[in-house]
Every structure is written in structure tokens, then in C-alpha cells.
């Protein structure tokens, strides 16, 4: 009978077959995971792709290293499962979407709210078996010069050096419950908490985030992991469909707080509840399919369509209804001494989106030979403005109609951001020209490392993450795609087409599991 590793060892050997095929063709590819939480239109077909989605398994755990071996299509709900469960141990940085795989994270700078304390999730990975374009297999470590040009080179790029097949998580020691503080700030001292908190090395607090309802009422959100709740303390959960959802709670919560700003609430949230908090609702952003289909907004409404509420079931309806171009979805980060700029730019140029996510993110990298890739530049000196780190802003809501004043608005955020010194992260829509582009990522060191190892021919970050506005223009030329545009324009078919699609999928009734592993110095399971 196989073993873990060996069924590993054949889904690589499949997989560099595969990228030895498109190799000695010359012919770029696409790599398909099974799942995405990107809001970019795909671009792949069956013979320009790589099928990884086998690689979606937790092999290895071991307790003493406090590490995980894992496959880059595991999703963080099926890694903390495991990790969790079975071992009370966590990653260090968990993505607040639990669709959101490993891989995904890794290639695609992803930060939740530990990220003030350990950085982007790439920041906590040790080491990554990598396919390279010409098929072979190696491996490029973050922790030892061996292949650290590659490994920077591979975060943040989006499968533009090689198809990622194996990483070494990170993990912590895990409590039952998060202690959770909520308490209420205007935007300039909700800032500085949060800064003071990354600069801060010995923090007590091992989650922090916060929800910007207004410029005078953001509600901080400080955690710490507990063992259990303290005598006569409230536990609040977030899973469930009679639970509220977390933003709206925190909504709720704001109105205690007005009445006595200098209190806070001590709220106790089972772990898993906390790392999955805006799961249902998306943070918000599934307000706004109610207000498309006309639907009341209410704790019943919302208690009668909860399986469609989760994130998994959201991105697959968004993808199949085209809705995605209607709808900014943005997260960017700026120096900690531009946010209350940044702030009221977004309220005038972007119509007052409401409410805003703040994540205060760690990007300092401290390890040596950490200067390379897109992001070379977090390996360099801390600045005053930036301190090791920047305020990420989530920015989620309906943008304008027409295709033309939907790419004005976002270019329009491309620039403000470039302007503060801050990054727009690429997990979604990017409208830069390609010269724009690589004024604000370091293009001289990541072309330099898909050089070294052979990717100069594969697409590169910029071709995977552009929009084409003028080709999508281009096409509505024709009878044909101008007719299909001209029905799915008519309310709300783009809607109930994508409704129907995720629920004929029935993705959101299964549950992800069944993710074999294997376990070092700890009990057998």
C-alpha cells in the first residue's frame, strides 16, 4: 500500500511531466488548483494547463519542529482541522477565508490578522518544493541561503517560477478560545495602536484587525489566545446560522461602545470560530447580492440563505455571473503615516465605500538573501513612514456601471497608492499599464531570478493579473458578443446564473476533507 509520500512523489512526477511537455514546446501554461479566491476572469484551457489539484493534502506533522508538511491546494480550514484537532497546533497565519489554500497564500502575499506579529503568510514558511519550467524538481528554503532567491522569487508569483507542490508551514502552539477585545478609536488613535502593536516585538496579543464604520468610530479587534473563558464571560460564536454575522456584530457592539468610548467588551470565540469569523458574509461583501436581488436585509433573510453566504459558494456564483466587474474588490496597503490620507481619498473618489478593513501587516524580511522577487524591498531598512511594515485596507463595494468608469475608478485607486508609496495587492482586477505596473514591483530582481532558473518564457505576473479593457471593448464589435452582452445586461440574470451554478454545484453542502496525513513524534491517528 502507498504511502502519503509516494502518492506525493506521483502527483509530482505527473505534474513535471506536464511542465516538460510545455517546456520543449515552448508553449506558456496555466496552473489549475481546483478552487480560487481571486476575482480575476481565468484564463485557462485544457491545453494550456497544468492540474495540480490532486496536491491537496496535509502529509506530515510534527509536533517537536512545530511544522506542517503540506500540499499547496489545502485549504485553511482543512489544514487547521487537522493541525488543530488533532495536535493543538495552529499556523502562525491563517487567511480569514478558509477556501483560501496554501499555495495561494504563499504565491500571493496573503495577510490576516496575525500578521502584525509574523508577516505575510510567506513569512512563515520554511522551505517549498518547487517543479521548475524545465520540469525538474527542487527544493528553495527561506530559513538557509540554499535557493533563497528562489523561494522570494516564488512568493508573490503567482506561479510565474515554477508550479509549487510542497511547503513547510510554521505552526504555534493552539488555545481553545480567543480572547477578544473589541474597543472603539477615531482613525488617527486606531492607527497608532495598531503601529505601535508591529513595532512592538514581545506583543502580548496574538490577533489584531479592525472595522472602519466612520472616520471617528473604527472598532479595534485585539486577540489573544486563552485556554478557557474566564468565570461569569460571554462566548460568541460565528460559525453557525444562528450566529450573527461578524461585522454586523461588531456593528452591534459599536453602539455600547459610543455610549462609553473609554470601555472595552471581552467577548470569548472558539478558535476555529475566530479564524473563519468573515467567512459567512464575506466581511460584508455579501450585503450587496441582497441589495442586487432586492431582498431585505435581516436576520431572517439571512438565517434562510446562509448556505449560499459562505465565502466558497460566493466566489463560485461571482465567477460564473461576470458579476465581479461591477463590484471593486481591493486590498492595499499604505505607510502607517498615509493612512488617515489614504482614508479620506477613499471616502471622496470612491463614494464613501463603507464600512473599510484595516490590517496592520508586517513585511520586514530579516532573513538573509530575502532581497529578491517583487517585493525585494521589504529585505531592505525599515523607513520612518513605512516601520516594517504598512496599514492594509480592505476595500469592497459596488463601483460604477460601464466598463470604461469601472476601470477609471480603479486605475484611480492604482495611483493614489502608488502616490502614498503603498502596494496594491494582485489577488484581484488590476488595471496598470504594463509600464505602470513595474514602476511599483521590482522588475530588474524578478526577471533576474526567472532567468536563473529558466521562467523567462512562462507568463509573467503582469500577463497573469492584467485586465484587457480595450480587447474586452474589441470583441463587443461583433454582433454576436454585443447581443450575449446586451441580454445579460437585463436584471438580474447575471445574478440568478450564477446562483444556479453554485448551487447545482452543491459545493457549499460538502464538506472539505479526507486529507490524508501522516504524523512525526506524536500519536499515530
Known amino acids: 500500500m502507498e504511502t502519503p509520500f509516494q502518492f506525493h512523489d506521483d502527483a509530482v512526477a505527473a505534474v513535471s511531466s506536464r511542465v516538460r511537455h ?13 478552487s480560487t479566491n481571486s476575482t480575476r476572469a481565468s484564463q485557462r484551457c485544457r491545453d494550456n494547463t497544468v492540474d495540480t489539484s490532486s496536491l491537496n493534502h496535509v502529509l506530515a506533522v510534527d509536533v517537536k519542529s512545530k511544522t506542517a508538511l503540506v500540499e499547496p491546494n489545502v485549504p485553511m480550514d482543512a489544514l487547521v482541522d487537522v493541525t488543530v484537532r488533532k495536535f493543538r497546533l495552529v499556523p502562525l497565519v491563517v487567511m480569514e477565508f478558509p477556501g483560501i489554500t496554501v499555495g495561494g497564500g504563499f504565491s500571493g502575499t496573503s495577510g490576516e490578522s496575525s500578521s502584525f506579529r509574523y508577516g505575510a503568510f510567506d513569512a ?47 505552526l504555534k502552539d493552539a488555545q481553545p478560545y480567543v480572547e477578544l477585545t473589541y474597543s472603539l478609536h477615531d482613525l488617527p488613535s486606531a492607527n497608532a495602536l495598531m503601529r505601535d502593536q508591529l513595532e512592538t516585538n514581545g506583543s502580548s496579543l496574538d490577533y489584531l484587525d479592525g472595522i472602519v464604520f466612520s472616520s471617528s468610530s ?44 473609554s470601555q472595552t467588551i471581552i467577548e470569548y470565540v472558539p478558535l476555529e470560530d475566530y479564524l473563519f469569523r468573515y467567512d459567512r458574509g464575506g466581511f460584508w461583501v455579501a450585503k450587496y447580492s441582497f441589495q442586487y436581488f432586492l431582498v431585505p436585509f435581516n436576520r431572517i433573510t439571512r438565517f434562510l440563505l446562509n448556505p449560499l453566504m459562505h465565502v466558497r459558494v460566493m466566489f463560485r456564483a461571482l465567477h460564473h455571473s461576470g ?86 475608478q480603479n486605475r484611480a485607486l492604482e495611483r493614489k497608492a502608488g502616490e502614498l508609496g503603498g502596494k496594491k495587492w494582485l489577488y484581484a482586477h488590476a ?23 529558466g521562467a523567462a518564457w512562462m507568463p509573467s505576473v503582469y500577463d497573469k ?31 440568478l446564473y450564477g446562483v444556479f451554478r453554485a448551487i447545482l454545484q452543491q459545493e457549499y453542502l460538502l464538506r472539505k476533507g479526507n486529507n490524508s496525513y501522516t504524523q512525526k513524534d506524536g500519536k499515530e491517528s
Open 22 to 34: 510545455f517546456y520543449e514546446a515552448k508553449k506558456q501554461f496555466r496552473i489549475y488548483h481546483g
Open 431 to 453: 488595471y496598470y499599464t504594463e509600464d505602470e505596473f513595474w514602476a511599483h514591483y521590482d522588475r530588474g530582481s524578478y526577471d533576474a531570478v526567472r532567468a536563473k532558473y
Open 323 to 408: 458579476l465581479s466587474d461591477s463590484y471593486i474588490v481591493q486590498d492595499v496597503g499604505v505607510p502607517f503615516d498615509k493612512t488617515e490620507e489614504f482614508a479620506a481619498w477613499l471616502d471622496t473618489a470612491l463614494g464613501g465605500i463603507s464600512p473599510l478593513w484595516l490590517c496592520p501587516l508586517r513585511l520586514a524580511r530579516e532573513t538573509a538573501g530575502a532581497a529578491h522577487g517583487l517585493h525585494s524591498e521589504f529585505a531592505r531598512p525599515p523607513t520612518a513612514g513605512r516601520a516594517g511594515g504598512l496599514m492594509n485596507f480592505g476595500i469592497w463595494g459596488p463601483g460604477p456601471t460601464g466598463a470604461r468608469a469601472f476601470a477609471r
Open 124 to 170: 512563515t514558511i520554511n522551505w517549498i518544493e518547487i517543479v521548475l519550467p524545465d520540469g525538474g524538481v527542487t527544493r528553495a528554503y527561506r530559513t538557509k541561503a540554499e535557493k533563497s532567491d528562489l523561494f522570494w522569487g516564488a512568493a508573490s508569483g503567482f506561479g510565474t517560477l515554477g508550479v509549487v507542490t510542497l511547503l513547510e508551514v510554521q
Open 465 to 495: 493579473v492584467k485586465t484587457d479593457v480595450e480587447g474586452k471593448e474589441k470583441e463587443l464589435e461583433s454582433w454576436g458578443p454585443w447581443l450575449l452582452m446586451l441580454f445579460w445586461s437585463i436584471w438580474p440574470l447575471k445574478g
Open 218 to 261: 473604527t472598532v479595534v479587534c485585539s486577540g489573544r489566545l486563552a485556554s478557557a473563558p474566564t468565570s461569569g464571560s460571554k462566548v460568541q460564536r460565528f460559525s453557525r446560522s444562528i450566529d450573527p454575522w461578524f461585522y454586523i456584530h461588531c456593528r452591534q457592539l459599536l453602539k455600547q461602545l459610543r455610549k462609553s468610548p
